[in-house]
């Protein structure tokens, strides 16, 4: 198979199309007078503004940085431009 510029032009379009989408969805989701309430909860539930580090515990520190991951990946969606790349 041969590549085709417009080929991962259009892949990148698609991705770029995808997170837009999601990206409104997460703000849309995440707007209004509860909104805030429910972030600073889920910001201290998923640890992200404290360590995930568990000392002597490598299992509880991966279960703690997954936490955080989701909130991370919450945050990043809600904050997103519209000029995704």
């Known amino acids: 198979m041969e590549y085709d ?28 007078k509860d909104s805030e309430i429910v972030l600073d909860n ?3 539930f998923c ?7 568990v000392s002597g515990d490598p299992y509880s520190t991966a279960f703690l940085e997954g936490r955080r991951e989701v909130f991370l990946h919450i945050k ?10």
């Open 5 to 32: 510029s417009t080929d991962e032009e259009l892949k990148k379009f698609i991705i770029n199309e995808q997170r837009r989408v999601l990206s409104l969805a997460y703000k849309g989701l995440f707007e209004g």
């Open 42 to 44: 889920l910001k201290a």
């Open 47 to 53: 640890r992200y503004d404290t360590t995930s580090h």
């Open 76 to 85: 990043k969606y809600i904050e997103m431009s519209m000029g995704v790349d």
